[in-house]
């Protein structure tokens, strides 16, 4: 956080115990979050989670069945959109087709009597912040996908709000443009300070953007930490599976509160005694291990057989049969190095796992 | 390559192929305007006759018509009808084509069919209809009866023109302008209006001539000194028979049709934007 945040001081929300429903489903269930002063926090989940909802909620358009919401101290839950000084962006954009770029970026500050010259130079330095200086008289449709995102960026951070949403305003770019607009963003949020909370589906976009990820999946809060701990140390089988990629196998326990899995110890349980576990192993923190390598204190080796190996670009898939219906995914690079050793399908292979990579999860089914 | 033998799409079909798609459209149109077209020769006759085609040719008919205080009040009438028809019809068809649109209610299909009732029933239930309701609170032959009677004729063509205006509109803009710090009303002013005001503009236009146009509920429910021009045209029609009739009739033609080339022209810019 090099630049001094400019504009007004950021907020934090507290959500207590939000819930929605649309009939019989609960698109919030008792959903408790707090996002910080200016953090970004990305609202991760699967098509249908309530992210959507969640963020309306947040912003004042959809009215939950019951809850809190404070920004700072003020409960917000009856203030009408409006006035609650919240900077919006939509997938869609939502431009205004019948102004230009300037107006666009203008209207909060019209809405609120800046007018004149201060207006201008209030839009003027919105459009240099996201780097579109000289736009100002452009018409919306003269703009490319990525221009038109930083004009809905510029309208909604331009009048100084307190809060930042966004819902999923990238998806319609392609990857390039996304990858680079997702830097940016970052820049941008360091720069504003605002509290951001970013709705997305891809889990390696809230991987890259964000402070703290908070999964959700129908309607529930499953797991809110920084992206290295969601990665690392995902709270279940749901997140486990729906960040990143991962085989599941399941563990078992023997009388000392070992974790077992085929008779390796690979963990331990504790006094934890009523549960099942579940080994979660990362594709790209698997190796090939030299024929013959025995599992150790640092290392846990399998065997198996490998049914193939897929050329993906900056990487390579293996998918080993460690029995006959268990398939384990590795993830390699593609450089001169590293290859599947020469391996063809069908040949014996070992795979092995540090043991700091090792990731168990309770209560865990394999999805 | 002569324009017979060329495509006439984007296919094998040539316009040759097509030239009796060509004619029987021609024909069709043809029969379909004749008898409006007629009546132009007629009003440009001398004759105390209507007579196709004139003998002789004057425009005493024009003047006939405009020199008279009771057509020239016939027809300040229908102006005046047409006008507030048009001022309470477009607003009410904008509030509930948006309503409509916005909501989410279960019942908006069954409320949108209610609301276009009026263009399905025959006209002349609504009039007869109309006529016994006015006589019990005295409405006949009234200005606001027959406003208020041809505004239940124009809603529905209000209603259908935005709505269609506003289906391809994203609501999530209005949205935007909320967060933005714009109340309710004012988003849909500034933000959703502006976008929709060729249908608006159109909604305005033919609610004006569904009025201006009217005759069936103007025959029952006005009279006196508010009869309509188009009253009046029926009852000279049926009493006595002049050219005045053609002349009338050639004026409302123009004009309807300026009108309507203007809601058309309207229409293919609000595409265009
Ligand atoms: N207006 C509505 N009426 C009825 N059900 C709704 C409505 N809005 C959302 N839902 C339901 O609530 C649940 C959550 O929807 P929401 O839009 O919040 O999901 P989402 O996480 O944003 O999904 P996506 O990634 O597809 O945008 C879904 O099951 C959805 O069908
Ligand atoms: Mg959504």
Do not use: C
Not at chain 1, 206 to 224: K, P
Not at chain 2, 28 to 35: D, F, G, K, Y
Not at chain 2, 100 to 114: D, E, Q
């Amino acid at each position: 956080m090099t630049d001094a945040p400019q504009g007004t001081t950021a907020l934090p929300i507290q959500i207590r115990d939000l819930t929605k429903r649309y009939g019989s489903v609960h698109a919030l269930n008792s959903v408790d979050l707090d996002v910080h002063s200016g953090e970004f926090l990305t609202l991760l989940g699967p098509s249908g989670s309530g992210k959507t909802t969640l963020l309306m909620a947040i912003a004042g358009f959809s009215r939950p069945d019951s809850g809190s919401i404070r920004f700072g101290e003020d409960e917000v839950i009856l203030t009408p959109p409006h006035k609650r000084e919240v900077g919006m962006v939509f997938q869609s954009y939502a431009l205004f087709p019948h102004m230009n770029v300037a107006d666009n970026i203008g209207f909060p500050l019209k809405l609120r009597g800046i007018s004149g010259a201060e207006r201008a130079a209030r839009v003027e330095e919105a459009l240099e912040t996201v780097q579109l200086s000289g736009f100002g008289a452009r018409n919306i449709d003269q703009l490319s996908g990525g221009q038109r995102q930083r004009v809905a960026l510029a309208r909604a951070f331009v009048f100084g709000p307190r809060i930042l949403l966004m819902d999923e305003p990238l998806s319609a770019l392609d990857k390039k443009l996304r990858e680079r607009m997702q830097i940016e963003l970052k820049h941008l949020h360091r720069k504003l300070g605002v509290t951001t909370v970013y709705v997305t589906h891809d889990q390696r976009e809230a991987l890259t953007m964000s402070d703290r990820v908070a999964v959700i999946n129908d309607g529930e809060l499953i797991q809110l930490d920084t992206p290295e701990v969601i990665y690392n140390s995902p709270a279940n089988a749901f997140v486990a599976d729906f960040i990143g990629e991962s085989t599941m196998l399941p563990l078992t326990r023997d009388d000392a509160g070992a974790l077992l899995f085929r008779g390796q110890v690979v963990g331990d349980a504790g006094t934890d005694q009523g549960r099942d576990w579940t080994l979660v192993m990362r594709p790209e923190r698997l190796f090939f291990a030299d024929a013959g390598a025995e599992t150790d204190d640092q290392t846990i080796v399998l065997t198996g057989v490998l049914r193939e190996a897929v050329f993906q670009g900056e990487s390579e898939m293996a998918l080993v049969a460690i029995d006959d219906d268990t398939e384990v995914a590795v993830r390699f690079g593609t450089s001169g190095r590293a290859s599947a050793s020469g391996s063809n399908a069908g040949d014996q292979v070992s795979i092995g796992l540090d043991r700091n990579d090792v990731i168990i999860i309770p209560d865990g089914q394999a999805v | 390559m002569n324009w017979w033998s060329r495509p006439a799409a984007d296919t094998q079909i040539t316009h040759g192929n097509r030239l009796w798609l060509y004619v029987l459209s021609a024909i069709i149109m043809l029969l379909l305007v004749a008898p409006t077209l007629i009546v132009v020769p007629m009003s440009f006759s001398d004759s105390q006759y209507l007579e196709f085609p004139p003998s002789t040719w004057s425009l005493r008919w024009y003047e006939e018509y405009l020199g008279s205080a009771k057509w020239m009040r016939a027809t300040a009438t229908s102006f005046q009808v047409g006008f507030l028809t048009m001022l309470v019809a477009t607003p009410l068809g904008v509030m509930a084509a948006y309503a409509l649109f916005v909501s989410r209610h279960r019942a908006t299909r069954a409320i949108f069919l209610l609301l276009i009732t009026p263009m399905i029933v025959p006209v002349i239930l609504i009039a007869i209809g109309t006529f016994y309701a006015y006589g019990r609170v005295g409405m006949n032959n009234t200005i606001a009866g027959l406003v208020l009677a041809h505004s239940a004729l124009a809603l529905p063509i209000a209603i259908i023109v935005v709505t269609a205006g506003l289906s391809s509109y994203d609501l999530s803009q209005e949205q935007v302008a909320r967060s933005l710090g714009a109340t309710r009303t004012k988003a849909f002013f500034l933000i959703t209006l502006p976008q929709i005001r060729f249908s608006v503009i159109t909604a305005a236009l033919l609610s004006f001539l569904t009025s201006f146009d009217e005759v069936i509920i103007a025959i029952f429910v006005s009279g006196g000194a508010n009869a309509t021009l188009t009253k009046h045209m029926f009852a000279a029609l049926r009493d006595y028979i002049d050219p005045t009739i053609a002349a009338i009739s050639t004026i409302m033609v123009i004009l309807s049709s300026a009108l309507l080339l203007l809601t058309q022209f309207l229409g293919s810019k609000g595409k265009r934007n």
